[in-house]
C-alpha cells in the first residue's frame, strides 16, 4: 500500500471513517436510484424526490454529528436520513407503506423520521422545518444540553417567510443550530437565479448578524470542514451559523418532471462534479482506497440495496385497525 | 372560596404550573414586562425571569414552529399569541407539523403544547382582531380545541391542557377575561372532553360556547319568567366534545339551540346540530335545531354593526320561541 497523506479533513473524523463515508454516500446514490427505478415500474406509489448528485452536502454534514445530536429534513431528505443513521431497510420498507418502515407505513417518502436517533423528521412542506430546528436548539439551550441542531433545507425554501423568522430567532437567541442551505439550483422549476437576486444565498446571513459560509456541495471534505467549524461555534455557544452548500439535482423535481427548465448540457456538466467520484480520487490519492476496494464497497452498498427491497417485499401492510391509532399521543 | 378574574384564573395556572414543572415556559410577543396585549403574562417575567417567560419578536410563524420543535425535543411550551386572527400567520406549524407529527412519525414523537390566544369580538378592534376561528382548527385531526366560559373552567382547563401530549389550542374570549367567578387556590385539572351544564331546564336545550355562555344564561333566566325552562349546556371543549352529556340533553328536551360567535356559515355548530341529527337525539327532536352564529360578514368597527354581527340575549330568546312555536 503506498503511503498514507494526512487529508486536511476535521480531527474527529478518522481514516476509517472516510471510508464510511465513501460507502454511505453510496448508499444514498443506490437508495434513490433504486427508488427511481420502482417509481418508474409503477411499483411504489405517491410521490418521491431524489438528492443522487446531492450526497457529499448530507454525508459531510452528518459526518460532525454525534447520535445526541439533532437535524431536520426536507421533502428531497433519504440521503439525509442515511446520513443520521437511519438504515435502508426500514427507509425502504416505509416507502414500500410497511409497517417494519420508519413511520409504519402513514409517513411514506417525504415524512421519514426517527426521533431516537435524533432525526426530527423530514418535511413536506417548503421551509417547514427550520423553525422546528431552531425550536430543537432552544430546548438544547433551556436544559443545557450539548447537542446541536443541523437544519437542512433547499434555496427554495430560502424565499419563505418561516426561513427569515427562524434564523432570526436563532440569532437573537444565539441557540445551537446550524442552517445548511443545500442550493440545488431549482425551486421546483424556477431556477435560482431568477428566484434570488443574491448571488450567494449565504449572504442572507448577513441580515440577521451570524457568520454566512458558501462550500462547494459535491466536496465532501470541504463540506466537513464548514461544518465543523459552525458545529463548534454552535456548542461554544456563538450562534447559529448559515451554510450554503452549492450542488445539483441529476433527477427531476419529483416522479414527474420533463425537466423543461434546464438543458441536458448543464446536467452533463455538473455530472462531471460527480461527488463521490471526486471523494474516491481524493482517497485513492491519499492512499486510503483503491480502485479495486472502492468497487468492492460499492457492490456491496448495492447488495444491501437489493437486500433493503427484500425487507420491504416481505414485510407486512398495516390493517384497517392502524388507520386511526396515533392521532393522539 | 375567592374569586378572581378569568384572566387572573389563566396567568395562576400557569403561574403554579412553572413553579412545579422546568419543562413549562411561555413565550409570545410582549408577554415581558409588558405583560402581553391583555395583561394576562402581567408579573409573571419578574417572577420566573426571560428564559422561561421569552419574549419574541413578532414572527408568529418562527415562534409557533420553535414552540413546536421544543415540544418535540422535551419541553411544554405556551405559546402566547396576542389575537386568535394571528393564527392564520402560525397556520403552517400548527396544522402542517403539530397536529401531524405523531401521525406521520408512526406514533414516535409527541407534541406537548398549549397555543393561548384571545378571540371574539366586542372591543372595537374591528375586521382583523375580533374573529372566532376555532372551527378551522377542529376540522384538523390531532389538534384538540378548549374554549372555557368562566375563571373556574378557564384555570381548571388550562391545567388539563399543559398535562396534555398533544397540541391544544386554548381560546380565551377577551370580553370574558374580566369577569369573576369562584376558583380554588390549589391546582386542579377538568378534564377534556367533559361538557358541563351550566343550567338544568326541561324544555329547550341550549348548547353554547364562550361568551354565548353567559348569554344563554340571561336568555334562560328571562324565559323563566315566561315560564319556559332552559337547559344550557357549554361543551368547555370542541376537540374531544363531550356528544353524550349534549344527546342527553336534547333526548330529554326535545329542542335544541346551538350558538357561538363565530359566523354560522362553516362553524362548529353546524358540527354540533349535524352530531344531534345523526344520534338517537333525533327520534326526541319536536322542533328543528336551530343554529345561531355571526353575521356572513367581516367584524364591522362600528359599535352598533360590531354588536349586531354577533348573536345578543333577544336573538336567542327569540331562538327559543321559535323551536317552541312561541315566537
Known sequence: ?????????????????????????????????????????????????????????????????????????????????????????????????????????????????????????????????????????????????????VCFFGDGASNEGSFHEAVNLASIWKLPVIFVCENNQYGMSGPVTEMVNVENIATRSEAYGIPGVVADGNDIVEMMNVTDEA??????????????????????????????????????????????????????????????????????????????????????????????????? | MREITYLEAVREAMSQEMRKNDDVYILGEDIGVYGGAFGVTRGMIEEFGPERVRNTPISESGIAGAAVGSALTGMRPILELQFSDFITIAMDQMVNQAAKIRYMYGGKGKVPMVLRTPSGSGTGAAAQHSQSLEAWVTHIPGLKVVQPSTAYDAKGLLKAAMDDDNPVIFYEHKLLYKTSSDVPEEQYSLPLGKADVKREGSDVTIVATAIMVHRAQEAAEELEKEGISVEVIDPRTLVPLDEETIVKSVSKTGRVVVVHEAVKRGGYGGEIASMIAESEAFDYLDAPIKRLGGAPSPIPYNPELEKSHVPQVPDIIQAVKETLNKA
Not at chain 1, 425537466?259 to 448540457?265: D, I, N, P, S, V
Request: charged share 30%; glycine share 8%.
Open chain 1, 231 to 329: 458545529v463548534q461555534r454552535a456548542r461554544n455557544g456563538e450562534g447559529p451559523t448559515l451554510i450554503e452548500a452549492k450542488t445539483y439535482r441529476w433527477k427531476g423535481h419529483s416522479k414527474s418532471d420533463a425537466k423543461k427548465y434546464r438543458t441536458r448540457e448543464e446536467e452533463k456538466e455538473w455530472r462531471q462534479k460527480d461527488p463521490i467520484k471526486r471523494f474516491k480520487e481524493v482517497l485513492v490519492e491519499a492512499g486510503l482506497l483503491t480502485e479495486e476496494k472502492a468497487e468492492e464497497i460499492r457492490l456491496e452498498v448495492k447488495k444491501e440495496i437489493e437486500d433493503a427491497v427484500k425487507f420491504a417485499e416481505e414485510s407486512p401492510m398495516p390493517t384497517a385497525d392502524d388507520l386511526l391509532t396515533d392521532v393522539y399521543a
Open chain 1, 1 to 149: 500500500m503506498a503511503e498514507v497523506k494526512k487529508l486536511n479533513v476535521p480531527e474527529k473524523i478518522t481514516d476509517d471513517k472516510l471510508i464510511d463515508l465513501y460507502k454511505q454516500m453510496w448508499q444514498i446514490r443506490f437508495f434513490d436510484e433504486k427508488v427511481d427505478e420502482f417509481f418508474a415500474k409503477g411499483m411504489i406509489h405517491g410521490t418521491t424526490h431524489l438528492a443522487v448528485g446531492q450526497e457529499a452536502s448530507a454525508a459531510g454534514v452528518c459526518a460532525l454529528l454525534d447520535v445526541e445530536d439533532k437535524i431536520t429534513s426536507t421533502h428531497r431528505g433519504h440521503g439525509h436520513c442515511i446520513a443520521k443513521g437511519a438504515t435502508a431497510d426500514r427507509m425502504m420498507a416505509e416507502l414500500f407503506g410497511r409497517t417494519t418502515g420508519y413511520c409504519k407505513g402513514k409517513g411514506g417518502s417525504m415524512h421519514i423520521a426517527d426521533v431516537d436517533m435524533g432525526n426530527l423528521g423530514a418535511n413536506g412542506i417548503v421551509a417547514g422545518g427550520i423553525p422546528l430546528a431552531v425550536g430543537s436548539a432552544l430546548t438544547a439551550q433551556m436544559k443545557k444540553k450539548d447537542y446541536v441542531t
